[in-house]
């Protein structure tokens, strides 16, 4: 089965520095997303993306995240100024319809310690 | 407030024994779709069903089985004859007609089959 790809699994940052996460999602879907699960904690919805813009967010994204499709494969999560909160697994996802019955199709996740 | 809640934390099992996991879900909405996703120790979260709010046939696929009660609000996943290759935590999902392909996720129930 086609798989979704994150990089990198582990990210290790100070405080108050940029991170970027990477993620290439299964080649034919249109529709991206970000999910976040602090540790021990449920899994959430971050951001979805669509035809080059965001199509919804939570309130968890604020100014301080910013995704991006740099090219034809990857599907980019940018926290400009990190904190101690953050530190979370970050999951990518992607689906083909977007649409509300459809399954998504996650990564192994990139888990960010905040330090 | 929850919309997705499973109250189970922590669930360890001996081997051979069936187990049910729990997930009660609140939505408004007429038309919405459960689904439950595994995480195994690496990490990714992988499919394992969906079901849409008119259809609440049970189903069963091999080990597995779903029972969805609208009375009751809840899509309940039992593991017959569990195996410690089901050692994993597993989330409960939920995603509505009117927000599209955002999934609300449960807290997850973390599974350990001890041999």
């Known amino acids: 089965e086609p798989e979704v790809t994150q990089t990198p699994s582990h990210q290790v940052t100070q405080m108050g520095q940029e991170v970027i996460l990477r993620c290439v999602p299964i080649?034919?879907?249109?529709?991206f997303y970000w999910y976040r699960q602090i540790l021990g904690q449920k899994v959430e919805f971050l951001v979805s993306?669509?035809?080059?813009?965001?199509?919804?967010k939570s309130e968890i994204f604020d100014d301080q995240f910013s995704v991006e499709r740099p090219d034809g494969s990857n599907f980019t999560l940018k926290i400009r100024s990190t904190k101690l909160e953050d530190s979370a697994m970050y999951f990518c996802?992607?689906?083909?319809?977007?649409?509300?019955?459809?399954?998504?199709?996650f990564g192994s996740g990139t888990q960010l310690s905040v330090l | 407030a929850q919309k997705v809640t499973q109250a189970q934390t922590e669930i360890s099992v001996v081997e051979k024994e069936d187990v049910t996991l729990d997930c009660v879900y609140e939505?408004?909405?007429?038309?919405?779709?459960l689904f439950w996703y595994k995480q195994p120790p690496s990490g990714e979260l992988v499919f394992l069903i969906r079901?849409?709010?008119?259809?609440?046939q049970n189903e069963i696929s091999g080990r597995y089985s779903w029972n969805f009660q609208k009375s009751t609000s809840s899509f309940n996943f039992t593991i017959t004859a569990s195996q410690v290759v089901d050692s994993a935590v597993y989330f409960c999902?939920?995603?509505?007609?009117?927000?599209?392909?955002?999934?609300?996720f449960g807290t997850g129930t973390s599974l350990t089959v001890i041999p």
């Open positions: 939505t408004r909405d007429t038309t919405y779709y």
């Open positions: 996802a992607s689906s083909q319809q977007g649409v509300a019955n459809e399954k998504l199709f």
């Open positions: 999902a939920l995603s509505e007609a009117t927000t599209g392909n955002q999934f609300y």
């Open positions: 080649s034919n879907h249109l529709y």
């Open positions: 993306f669509y035809n080059n813009e965001i199509s919804e």
């Open positions: 079901r849409n709010s008119f259809d609440e």
